[in-house]
């Protein structure tokens, strides 16, 4: 979802454990990817994950990428961009929301999601540490409602141009294959 | 979240296997109670998870229910009110959203996320199918957007009259507790 309004998005998974948090992090990806981010990063290594959600992204359509296995601090500190964390310690987003906008026209951005307790170190790296509520919820809803207030709502209406195409429907399931 | 322009709203979560759902099922409750629903009904018993949100509700405050053991194609067909399924199948949540808060401004509603496959039931019962973006994703963002819409954001700025407090912060953590 790269366009004229903005850098690139890449949303970094910390706190990743390949057994326990398997299904979380499937849909962490899957939010990143479907609410138009263009990559997901995640700190262990995890092949069967990337296997699936590159699966996905074959037959749904896009260019999302998935890639695991890095030094999130490292990547975290050292990325050339507007870097974001998102945790219900934060500032609301819609306070917020604006000034990220404005300040990523021209830049990347990069937004942390933790699995459970966070390092401080994400918080004193972060430029924004940004709550989506005060409240305890989940990384996967507090990831889709910062994508979609960044993006006015628009990337519920992208199309993906994928294979296999989701045809809305009143009562039942339609499925277009091209 | 009650209040003079609409009936109350329960969760339906089905598909739910203690073992294997644990952590999806309770962010899909925290997502529930976080975004305004009133309750969550889980179609299979799992008296641990009402333990954890229980815990949540008497430390961040407010009146959130969950029940869990109940045989849901009978709780959802029987439900007095209106009956969502929520599914990358349906109609976008835009296109309807209106309609929806003009028939539950004096009804009850009824809000179902399946976990992986849902049965087709469960599309011929609803009196709505609405999808979060035809594409693949995750039902605990898909009902984070729905109550979002629902709500037009407001339900970030509710206040849950807790003993603990989460004071927002620039970079760090805070904690009141009352």
């Known amino acids: 979802m790269e366009s004229e309004h903005h850098g690139s998005i890449t949303v970094l998974r910390i706190g990743h454990r390949p057994f326990r948090d398997k299904r979380i992090t499937t849909h962490v990806s899957l939010v990143a990817r479907a609410f138009g981010a263009d990559r997901i990063v995640i700190d262990e290594k995890d092949e069967l994950l990337e ?23 490292k990547y975290f500190r050292d990325f050339n961009g507007i870097r974001l964390n998102l945790s219900m310690y934060g500032i609301n987003v819609d306070d917020k929301i604006e000034e990220i ?11 942390l999601v933790g699995a459970e307790k966070v390092p401080i170190d ?23 409602i910062f994508l979609d207030r960044y993006f006015n709502g628009k990337e519920l209406h992208k199309n993906f141009n994928g294979k296999l195409n989701i045809v ?11």
């Open 168 to 178: 809305p429907m009143e009562h039942g399931k339609m499925v277009k294959y091209i």
């Open 101 to 111: 906008r404005e300040k990523t026209k021209n830049r990347d951005m990069i937004v």
């Open 122 to 144: 994400a918080y004193l790296i972060a430029d924004y540490n940004i709550a989506i509520a005060n409240q305890p919820h989940s990384e996967v809803s507090a990831l889709a």
């Open 51 to 73: 296997e699936n959600i590159n699966n996905v992204v074959s037959r749904f359509g896009g260019d999302f990428k998935i890639n695991s296995g890095v030094n999130w601090k």
